[in-house]
């Protein structure tokens, strides 16, 4: 168990749906990341907050934004979602704002767009 | 474009077989991290290599950094069933600054 907790495990919903995927760092940590996996692009980087600021951006699209609340959890927001949408959405924590740090993931969240 | 190439793709060995992974950076690295993922599962962190030339093991896996070539490799001795999953890379990159970018993933089979 990493200590880091996504919900829901899995989401099914239609195209043109929006849905908030959540989670909660380990306990102390106050970096997090996102992450989406799918068979053809591999594990990419979304965006990463720290303490509630947002640090680093990666291949995020403009319809998915993300925020990180005072309790330091996190949510992902995934609007006018499309078929392509459809994978396996980590979160991941780590004690380091920047830097050298070992990044500890959740279970992953797995959506899926019919 | 991926900032971490990794090779081979997948490898399916014999138990028993040693194996290497490689990890190869198209930027400087700050830092190198080996994980493994179970298929559909979360990524379990296995090693951090930051100095070049710094070499770590664990049990049977060992990890190396080449610097100067901004490469890593993951080499498995005597592979065991166990050991079966998808090997990745992930590092900062500068000047990236903050994105902690991952590999391309190797999908290892060990056959009993």
């Known amino acids: 168990d990493s200590g880091v907790t996504q919900t829901p495990k899995h989401l099914i919903t239609a195209t043109g749906q929006r849905v908030t995927l959540r989670c909660s760092p380990r306990?102390?940590?106050?970096?997090v990341y996102w992450y989406q996996q799918s068979l053809d692009q591999g594990l990419q980087f979304l965006i990463q907050?720290?303490?509630?600021?947002?640090?680093a951006k990666g291949n995020i699209l403009e319809r998915f934004s993300a925020q990180q609340f005072p309790d330091l959890h996190s949510e992902l927001n995934l609007s006018s979602l499309e078929l392509g949408d459809s994978a396996l959405y980590f979160c991941?924590?780590?004690?380091?704002?920047?830097?050298?740090?070992?990044?500890?993931f959740g279970e992953g969240s797995r959506l899926t767009v019919l | 474009s991926q900032e971490l190439e990794q090779s081979p793709q997948s490898l399916i060995v014999q138990e028993g077989k040693n194996l290497t992974i490689n990890c190869t950076s198209s930027?400087?690295?700050?830092?190198l991290y080996w994980y493994k993922q179970k298929y559909g599962e979360g990524l379990i962190f296995l090693m951090m290599?930051?100095?070049?030339?710094e070499e770590k093991s664990h049990e049977k896996i060992t990890a190396k950094l080449d610097e100067k070539k901004q490469q890593s490799s993951l080499h498995i001795t005597a592979s065991q069933p166990s050991h079966a999953g998808i090997y990745l890379c992930?590092?900062?990159?500068?000047?990236?600054?903050?994105?902690?970018?991952f590999g391309t993933g190797t999908s290892l089979t060990v056959i009993p």
């Open positions: 907050y720290y303490n509630g600021e947002e640090r």
């Open positions: 930027k400087t690295l700050y830092g």
């Open positions: 991941a924590s780590s004690a380091a704002g920047s830097g050298a740090g070992e990044l500890f």
């Open positions: 290599l930051q100095k070049g030339g």
């Open positions: 992930g590092a900062q990159t500068l000047p990236s600054g903050n994105q902690f970018y």
């Open positions: 306990s102390g940590d106050l970096s």
